[in-house]
């Protein structure tokens, strides 16, 4: 049974909220795509526009996430789009400086973070990356699409390039990116079916998260999600409201837009706050 928090409690979450990150000292982040969303990282209405006008206009998609999709004849088309997508998603940075304020926020607390968000906002804003796990890949990464080898590689400068170079939705047929192993096609190191690579790096994060958890058992901690859905609970979500449960010490709080609950088991050590996440961080850190 899910339980939500009424709205005219908002207020009053938001203080509590504040209060456990002022006293709590170690925390351990869940973070998903509300937060990027919140940063401005939206991919549709304005930012489409300003960005993807012109594919808008050729292939007839409106938001970013359906041009991931599009059948695009050439791997020309195809890569015009991915390059355009990585930039402006992976090495630009965030319209909004959420991300930065949760840093100010959290910065001398014993952290740690988890995310299924794979445009390196949290690097970008300075956070320590050796408490960081992203689960799910990073954009700034390329793999072989078979994959040969279990690695991965830098692809800004390639992106970067396909960038420049590109015309009229196409990049030069040169520019196709291909495995310097195999000389097979490229794949972007997301996790979208069975052949995601997890290289060395990611190894090490997920040991590095595992340590946290470990070292900080059956401690007063805080579990602070953040824009974290339902498309993929089993990363962060449901463990979360496990390892909570089975520790009393523990709170559980949730910052989300329109999906912010928790099971009744542990409602009365969870905060849970419906709103935009930047607007809460803001007021938290006036508060604190």
């Given amino acids: 049974m899910f339980l939500k928090n009424l709205k005219n409690n908002k207020n009053k979450n938001i203080e509590s909220l504040a209060r ?31 960005y993807f006008h012109d594919f808008g206009v050729k292939y007839g998609f409106q938001d970013m996430y359906s041009g991931g999709f599009y ?38 607390k014993d952290y740690f973070i988890l995310t299924t ?19 799910q890949g990073d954009y700034g990464l390329f793999q072989c699409s078979e994959p040969c080898r279990q690695e991965t590689w830098d692809n800004e400068n390639m992106i970067r390039e396909m960038m420049d170079k590109q015309k009229d939705t196409r990049i030069p047929s040169d520019l196709i990116p291909r495995c310097p192993n195999c000389g097979k096609p490229v794949s972007m190191n997301l996790r979208v079916d069975n052949s995601f690579v997890e290289d ?39 463990p979360f409201w496990r390892m909570v449960y089975q520790n009393q010490k523990a709170i559980y709080a949730c910052v989300n837009y329109g999906e912010a609950d928790a099971p009744s088991e542990i409602i009365d050590r969870s905060i849970c706050i419906d709103g935009d996440i930047g607007e809460i961080l803001n007021k938290i850190r006036e508060v604190i």
Wanted: with cysteine; charged share 25%.
């Fill in 117 to 135: 968000n794979v445009d390196h906002c949290f690097q970008k804003a300075g956070f320590d990356k050796k408490r960081l796990f992203y689960t």
């Fill in 20 to 50: 456990a990150m002022r006293e709590f000292d170690i925390i351990m982040i869940g973070a998903g795509a509300g937060l990027s969303t919140s940063a401005g990282f939206v991919y549709s209405g304005e930012r489409f526009e300003k």
């Fill in 71 to 108: 059948p695009y004849a050439t791997e020309e088309e195809k890569w015009a789009y991915w390059s355009r997508n990585i930039f402006v998603n992976r090495y630009l940075d965030p319209p909004k400086p959420v991300y930065n304020i949760l840093l100010d926020l959290i910065k001398n």
């Fill in 200 to 238: 060395a790096g990611w190894h090490i994060a997920a040991e590095n998260y595992q340590k946290f958890l470990e070292n900080h058992e059956d401690q007063a901690i805080l579990f602070l999600e953040l824009g974290v859905g339902y498309n993929t609970p089993g990363i962060i979500k449901y």
